[in-house]
């Protein structure tokens, strides 16, 4: 089994290496833009310096549809947040395909190719990580400590590690996937020693959190347990930030993804093949044909920034309007899928209950009584409460309509700018 497993880690790793001519294209891009933007910096004045950051930095990057590079600008301190996202503008302003992006601290894209674009990141320049104003200024940090401890064949088992992550949709500390994130994996890839060793480890966990503390920088795990912020104790893994004690670098990973993820582990031991490493694709036509009972298909838009606000908000919606279905439906199947735009597409396959029981207002409620027998036709009284009983006559695709009819208010307040049932 071993031997097996070693094959289809190599073969992992061949496939998620990035080939020749992407890395080329980035390598070429990211100097090219290094030398255009110092000029602007020393025409300037600017005090400030530039970094190349993420997993280009750190060669840990993999191979992928669309490839982004993190460059971070390092303002000097006396530079407020205001003033750095303004002069980073100015600096750009002689670059072509230069977007805004909106964060916690706003930032800027450059569409080099359609496979490629550059981030310009705005940060603090701290000698102290207790200095940093934003999770973004202590990045120089992040990159220094991963080139001086993880090398060689780690960095090949941390590619692996994000390959199979990504495969299984807990890639990323988005607030929507609520999973690892890449500086996160590297980290525990180290930690471990190896991606099977990781895996070996999570498939045998039990209950407890999983505490880690790489640079030993508590006595023991009470003592992280009590001196840490309550917020950075919630996920099931505690990664104590090596370059600054008081994060945790797991922070954002949810129960439900970790769970999800070692199920994967398991069975990933249990049999081992390439597939585990492969991305599935949702297919909703074969959703819809292998359906046994309603099915529908829908495009949901939002007035939000694509990225983490608008997936946060896209799933939020989405989870809300399956609660709504599963009153009337038993689902069968729920599925959300999410690619970095302003919209989503949520596919539903239920079968209608057959009747539905209605709560209603205490008899003495004499004013919800009324409205309450105007909604339902049919009404009884169980110890001094009102009741309704209904057969559900429609199906998934009328419920979806009758609802939109009906809660416009609702999808506003939850930014939601259209939803359009999808036809295949």
Excluded at 263 to 274: G, Q, Y
Excluded at 286 to 306: G, H, P
Excluded at 394 to 417: A, H, Q, T
Aim: include cysteine; hydrophobic fraction near 35%.
């Amino acid at each position: 089994m071993v031997n097996k497993i070693d094959l289809i880690l190599k073969q992992v790793l061949e496939k998620v290496n990035p080939p020749h001519e992407d890395l080329k294209l980035i390598d070429d891009s990211v100097k090219d833009f290094l030398e255009k933007f110092g000029k602007e910096l020393q025409k300037g004045k600017v005090d400030a310096e530039i970094f190349v950051g993420g997993s280009v930095a750190k060669k840990t990057m993999i191979k992928k549809g669309v490839y982004d590079v993190d460059v971070f600008v390092r303002f000097d301190a006396k530079y407020d947040d205001k003033t750095k996202e303004e002069l980073l503008e100015k600096l750009l302003k002689n670059f072509e395909h230069v977007s805004k992006v909106h964060g916690s601290r706003d930032y800027f894209r450059i569409s080099v190719a359609p496979s490629f674009s550059i981030e310009i990141i705005p940060v603090k320049k701290i000698k102290n990580p207790k200095e940093a104003d934003n999770i973004t200024d202590l990045s120089y940090s992040h990159v220094k400590y991963v080139n001086s401890k993880v090398k060689g064949k780690i960095l090949d088992d941390i590619k692996v590690a994000k390959a199979f992550c990504h495969a299984n949709k807990c890639y990323g500390a988005e607030s929507y996937i609520n999973g690892f994130s890449g500086y996160g994996l590297e980290l525990l890839i180290y930690h471990y020693g190896s991606f099977l060793k990781f895996v070996k480890e999570v498939a045998k966990h039990k209950k407890d959190k999983i505490v880690i503390d790489l640079e030993k920088d508590f006595k023991n795990k009470k003592e992280i347990l009590l001196d840490l912020n309550g917020s950075k104790l919630l996920s099931p893994i505690i990664l104590i930030d090596p370059t600054h004690k008081q994060r945790n670098v797991l922070a954002a990973l949810s129960d439900e993804t970790f769970e999800k993820f070692k199920k994967d582990c398991v069975e990933f031991l249990k049999n081992p093949s390439l597939k585990n490493f492969e991305l599935e694709k949702i297919d909703f036509e074969k959703m819809r044909k292998t359906a046994k009972s309603d099915f529908v298909l829908l495009k949901v838009s939002t007035n939000k920034q694509e990225g983490d606000v608008a997936g946060t908000k896209l799933l939020k919606f989405y989870k809300h309007l399956q609660k709504e279905i599963e009153k009337f439906f038993d689902l069968k199947k729920a599925e959300f899928v999410y690619e970095h735009e302003q919209s989503a597409e949520f596919g539903f396959v239920g079968k209608a209950k057959k009747e539905i029981l209605f709560n209603g207002p205490f008899l003495k409620d004499k004013k919800n009584v009324q409205k309450f027998k105007k909604e339902h036709k049919k009404t009884f009284e169980k110890k001094g409460k009102l009741y309704a009983k209904e057969k559900i006559d429609f199906g998934l695709e009328d419920f979806i309509k009758s609802w939109k009819r009906k809660n416009g208010k609702r999808m506003n307040e939850m930014y939601i700018e259209s939803l359009e049932i999808i036809f295949i």
